[in-house]
């Protein structure tokens, strides 16, 4: 709505010439002030919904406790975040420019698959172009859920890093093969 609104005045101020240039950087700004607000509020409300999910207690209580625990752990949510959306991101490549390679194949006609031979297509590109399109958007969503399952279990790292310490009365609940990685181990009880 904020976003209409701006359009909608930028819009009706384009008839002023004088004041449009002034009023042009102010649009700029506030369209990047809101735009950054705009991704910190869906920052907050995937890690809110995360931590509703772990334990049950209301929104802004949540909220509260994902940012607290993020920013006392903002070097490795940054770092995991980052590798996170390159790795997401060169799979979906691969899995949109795969697609798209075999529906170029299959479409020109040099593949047949099953003994099946594909009708003679005067323009076989269009076909390719909604092929891959297509598999850009159901890569696009089924990455968006591994990448919310990724989020999910990063943040379930970092309270079980800092609720526990390795004692018998507080053992690590993390993965053996996690904790071999960062170097950590429950100790036994003497």
Same mark, same amino acid.
Request: aromatic share 16%; charged share 20%.
């Given at each position: ?65 994902? @940012? ?10 940054? %770092?995991?975040?980052? =590798?996170? /959306?390159? !790795?997401? *991101? ?42 891959? @399109? ?10 968006? %859920?591994?990448?919310? =399952?990724? /989020?999910? !279990?990063? *943040? ?35």
């Amino acid at each position: 709505m904020i976003r209409l609104l701006l359009e909608y005045i930028e819009s009706k101020l384009k008839k002023y010439e004088e004041a449009y240039k002034c009023a042009k950087v102010c649009m700029c700004l506030c369209k990047c002030c809101f735009w950054c607000i705009e991704k910190f509020m869906k920052f907050i409300n995937k890690n809110a919904y995360i931590m509703i999910a772990v334990y049950g207690e209301n929104f802004c209580t949540s909220a509260k406790d994902a @940012f607290n625990l993020i920013m006392r752990n903002i070097l490795r949510t940054v %770092v995991l975040d980052k =590798a996170a /959306d390159f !790795l997401l *991101l060169i799979g979906k490549l691969v899995v949109v420019g795969a697609t798209g390679v075999l529906s170029f194949y299959f479409f020109s006609g040099k593949i047949s698959i099953f003994g099946y031979r594909t009708p003679e297509l005067n323009y076989y590109i269009i076909p390719v172009i909604i092929v891959t @399109f297509g598999s850009f958007v159901i890569a696009t969503v089924f990455f968006d %859920v591994y990448s919310m =399952a990724v /989020d999910t !279990l990063f *943040l379930c790292f970092l309270e079980d890093c800092e609720r526990n310490d390795g004692s018998p009365e507080r053992p690590y609940y993390m993965p053996k093969r996690l904790m071999k990685v960062l170097g950590k181990q429950n100790l036994k009880e003497a």
